[in-house]
């Protein structure tokens, strides 16, 4: 039984250094409703998979270790204190396989992986540790925040549609699925639909979810994807540690040069400014959640969400290096708890029951194997559709943070330079854009920021 909290105080916890510890059971009760979202909603973890095994080339198998190991440090951001449910850096998956590719496949490219997400690693860390991340994002110019994410969302779709993508090759599926993804999150339509009727609200609780459901249904029938060919035995997994340690980690492979260290300075500045939006969206969301309920205090703080995102990196680095990275936040579910939070402590005891249950769940079903061979032949789609919606996202984000038609400019050349050359040109032609056509435009930038929800 949970340790039940007084009214108008925080969740009970241990306090341990920067961190509290919240053990789920113990000092917080299991939330049924998103132990079963988090059941079906690991097809978007399992994304990951893909990622690994065309860019890395290794085995599924060892992917597959891969993405339970990631998932189990996902937990540790509830456990620790952090009340969101945390994610991929998704926006910069597009550049971070961009990047990968200029290194032969094997052993260098894992290698330029490790020295990318130990640097990011200790960005965050240094971030947490002195507390000066919103100094730095106020630093940086809307005009190249915009452009970074114009740049992501090129990529994003460019690298679905492009010679040899994935829609190309299933067409099908992934048109289908996308459309019904975009509308499920996007339409107008569909909003005042759920405002109208409980049926639709409850199905666009589920975000993208139908979307992939509907592309498992139609992969096989239109012979663009195999049938599920579902095991139930045995029915967990366990990670070949050795396996994963022999093919991905530096321990085994060798570290990366010196020389990759410095050649991925410039990409791990861009992912980190990219993953700092998420901080900000963070707060927001959160703040509103304490405000809709007195019973308990809620607290973000965005230095130990930086330290455990450093963490996170840091293990995944030496251990298994992943291409998504270990990012602060996951929106759209964040939004979704938060939202069935505020209806009131009888639908919701505490902030932490929620993230806390729907990531100790989709660690459990990463590694339920009857889950993951039931998805496992459309994963390729689940990503496709995920990075059409965050292409989606990131270009609607750069315009809404673009004050005026100098900043659409250069976040346009920007973005496109990212893509075509990478994200060091792409940052350095920004740089020298801004310096060159701006002047007197503080006024304007601080009152775009007061404006924007989103950073």
């Given at each position: ?11 009970p ?5 920067p961190f ?7 000092h917080?009760?299991?939330e ?7 059941l ?13 095994t065309e860019?890395?080339?290794i085995?599924?198998e ?9 998932g ?13 449910v945390?994610?991929w ?6 550049l971070t ?15 330029a992986l490790?020295?990318l997400?130990l640097?990011?690693?200790i960005i965050f860390?240094?971030m947490?540790?002195t ?17 970074i994410?114009?740049?992501?969302g ?6 679905e ?13 992934i048109?289908?699925g996308?459309?019904?993804?975009f ?6 339509r569909?909003?005042?639909?759920r405002q ?5 609200e409850?199905l666009?609780?589920?975000g993208?979810?139908p979307?992939?459901?509907?592309a ?9 994807y195999a ?6 035995w ?7 540690f050795?396996?994963i340690i ?6 085994a492979i ?8 410095i ?5 791990a ?5 990219i993953a ?10 959160i703040?509103?959640a ?5 019973d308990?205090?809620i ?10 995102s450093g963490?996170r ?5 030496l ?5 998504t990275l ?19 402590r009888?639908?919701?005891?505490s ?5 806390g249950?729907f ?6 079903a990463v ?11 459309i ?10 919606v965050?292409?989606f996202i ?18 346009g ?5 990212i ?5 060091a ?23 775009k920021?007061?404006e924007?929800?989103?950073?």
């Amino acid at each position: 039984m949970a340790i039940n909290r007084e009214y108008g105080t925080e969740q009970p916890g241990i306090n341990f250094g920067p961190f509290v510890i919240r053990i789920p059971l113990v000092h917080y009760k299991l939330e049924i409703s998103e132990a079963l979202q988090a059941l079906i909603m690991c097809a978007t973890c399992l994304g990951a998979i893909p990622v690994m095994t065309e860019n890395l080339g290794i085995p599924f198998e060892i992917a597959w270790g891969m993405v339970i190991i990631n998932g189990f440090l996902y937990t540790l951001h509830s456990t620790l204190g952090d009340p969101v449910v945390p994610g991929w850096i998704t926006p910069a998956i597009p550049l971070t396989v961009a990047y990968l590719a200029t290194f032969n496949e094997g052993t260098e490219r894992i290698q330029a992986l490790v020295a990318l997400q130990l640097l990011i690693a200790i960005i965050f860390f240094t971030m947490g540790l002195t507390g000066i991340a919103g100094k730095l994002l106020g630093i940086v110019p809307e005009s190249i925040k915009a452009g970074i994410l114009m740049g992501a969302g090129f990529a994003a779709v460019l690298g679905e549609f492009n010679v040899g993508g994935r829609f190309n090759i299933t067409p099908i599926t992934i048109g289908i699925g996308a459309v019904i993804a975009f509308y499920l999150l996007f339409s107008e339509r569909f909003k005042k639909l759920r405002q109208k009727n409980k049926a639709f609200e409850f199905l666009g609780g589920f975000g993208m979810l139908p979307a992939i459901l509907i592309a498992i249904a139609i992969g096989p029938l239109v012979k663009e994807y195999a049938f599920p060919q579902v095991d139930f035995w045995p029915l967990f997994k366990m990670p070949d540690f050795a396996g994963i340690i022999n093919t991905v980690s530096p321990f085994a492979i060798g570290f990366p040069s010196i020389d990759m260290f410095i050649q991925a300075i410039p990409m791990a500045a861009v992912i980190y400014i990219i993953a700092f939006g998420d901080f900000v969206t963070s707060e927001a969301l959160i703040h509103e959640a304490d405000i809709a309920r007195q019973d308990e205090k809620i607290t973000f703080n965005a230095n130990r969400s930086n330290l455990i995102s450093g963490i996170r990196n840091l293990i995944l680095a030496l251990v298994a290096p992943y291409p998504t990275l270990a990012g602060p936040l996951w929106a759209a579910v964040t939004a979704a708890v938060s939202e069935r939070y505020k209806e009131g402590r009888d639908k919701m005891d505490s902030i932490y029951s929620g993230v806390g249950t729907f990531r100790w769940f989709t660690f459990i079903a990463v590694a339920t194997v009857p889950i993951v061979t039931f998805v496992e032949p459309i994963l390729p789609a689940a990503l496709s559709l995920t990075l059409l919606v965050q292409g989606f996202i990131c270009v609607r984000l750069a315009i809404d943070l673009s004050v005026n038609d100098i900043d659409k400019g250069i976040a346009g050349v920007m973005g496109a330079i990212i893509v075509a050359k990478g994200a060091a040109w792409g940052l350095a032609v920004g740089i020298i854009l801004y310096l060159t056509l701006f002047s007197g435009t503080k006024e304007k930038l601080e009152e775009k920021k007061e404006e924007s929800d989103e950073w």
